[in-house]
């Protein structure tokens, strides 16, 4: 089968690699329909964080089940299924208060001894705990329905994590910084699933804003650092939003959620800091200040997500601007590393 | 009249200065009936935080109403009345929404122009909007009775919103960090208040671990540093608490905080870091950990507290372990310097 694999910084190919197999009870084989390149991905590629050569990649998968093991009862061969982008085993401490990434067998698609996701085919561990049956099959979705599913696998799942860490519920006021397929889904996570009121999106790139409001939010902030302080202040009163997602993980996109975020607020911070950004905890006292921060427990999610896609009232999908066969991995890469390109999904 | 000022580190006296006298429409003129000492009142005597020579001291203390203002309707000469530690003017955006440590016009006694709570009698800003009666007046309490009303103007409400912050709710399992007067009015709003089902005091000290047992803490914790994570895992089936309270403020109980506290949960922390601690945020990623950090709103707990004291079920006045006259807070000082004294109450 074929995979893209990590060479270098800058550098992947798409090479043979052995075919997985059901290796555990418990297993399934999955052949991929869809996969994707992720911000993370990038990381790497840009050598920021470092990878073993010959590595595989890919973290966010749908696919067709062809074989499962014996003890797996959940999913069936043919299964249209959705996979989150890490599993759990389904029946640890963990995992049964709805925190997979918790696992003490938790694995992340394409680290350690996981199949990547950008390739043909991956073993899925614990399958029936992992993959949820996205209902009628592959004939009941057309293209954009297929990546509506995919996005789920993480940024969907990830952007309506970090706005509920922030708190967002019903009625809110909500300031999103990043305008990547995170920060993206964030805004439509806060509106169409947690029911906020008012999102303000920071985004200085015209597609991303047309995105932003597309997704819902009800005004954009062109400007960044202390221009977009002022900004979100002018907006709200000179009080700042309670509620904050931080969807890009540097110490100056921090300190922009700290300081358009009001007192007595809460930012939730998806933005998986590669720089690592400390917090003074004094500032945050006399403001009463909260913070979480947390990689997405996908599969906590998912189950309700895949339900509304499958009804029709979520379409995360246009998130994906550019969809490349699996063989041009390579330019997938490359069109998110030149920012031409929001999210690539790829077809094997 | 008489009231406490501040010298030189380790050095306070108690000495005459000027009658206050009703300034502003909706000023109260109030006559002290109880005051105490704040581990907070420490850091100038220790010289970790620098203070105005012969500036004003103290701002916890319960009193009766002398005179008010002509716009004042709420509180009436000779109610008993318990006044926040801190103080909003009641009408603005943030004191609405409970935060009136956020007002633009907050101030605390003790502090910049506000009159200190270690003395006789202090001009109280916006008395309708802060001062909580104390129904019956002053014949309807005993002591014991004034002490657990004294000890709702900062501890107990600092304790009850350490607890808060953490997500203490119903049932919950509960670990507090510090066993100072705060810590403890954090186990007894855990228990007391919030319904926490199990509440970890760590303390290594006999008296306030029986005072911890007697506000409802299940288990003591004797340890610290490393020997606490794993006394707290060993407690915990090796996956630490929801909920954390940290009610010290030094790095070294930040860290024991974040050890002690599951993946997913929540440290709510009330103690003020004069020392400044920084968290770093790639730590809480993985393990999805929120932290909250605030100053008590004290006015947005007082009613609710005052009412519970009245009712006889709440009762956080063993915080005090000593009962000096005005004229010895120099001797209350030292007594809680060299830990000799949870708490000290002052009786003009």
Known sequence: MRAALYLDAGDVVVDDVPDPAVQLPSDAVVRVVRSCVCGSDLW??????????????????????????SEVTRVRPGDLVVAPFSYGCGACWWCLRGLPTSCPDNGTWGSGRDDGAQGEILRVPFADANLVVAPGGL???????LLDLLALTDVMATGLHGATMAGVTSGS?????????VGQCAVLGSVNVLGAERVILL???PARQELGRRFGAAEVVAVRGEEAKEAVLDLTDGHGAPAVVEAV???ESWQTAL?????GGQVGAVGVPHTAPTIATMPLLGRNLGVRVGIAPVGHYLPDL??????????PGPVF???????????????????????????P
Do not use: W
């Not at 300081?259 to 007192?263: E, M």
């Open 44 to 69: 790497a590629y840009r050598d920021t964080f470092k990878r073993e050569p010959r590595s595989r990649l890919g973290h966010e998968f749908i696919g067709l089940v062809e074989e499962v093991g």
């Open 139 to 145: 004939e009941a979705y057309d293209d954009a329905g």
């Open 173 to 181: 006021t909500v300031v999103v910084v990043g305008d990547g397929a």
């Open 203 to 205: 985004s200085r790139n």
């Open 249 to 251: 993980g540097t110490p």
């Open 259 to 263: 300081d358009v975020v009001c007192d």
């Open 306 to 315: 895949v339900d509304r896609v499958v009804a029709g009232t979520l379409a």
């Open 321 to 347: 601007d550019l969809t490349l066969p699996l063989e041009q991995t390579p330019e997938a890469y490359a069109a998110m590393d030149r920012r031409e390109a929001i999210k690539v999904a790829l077809v």
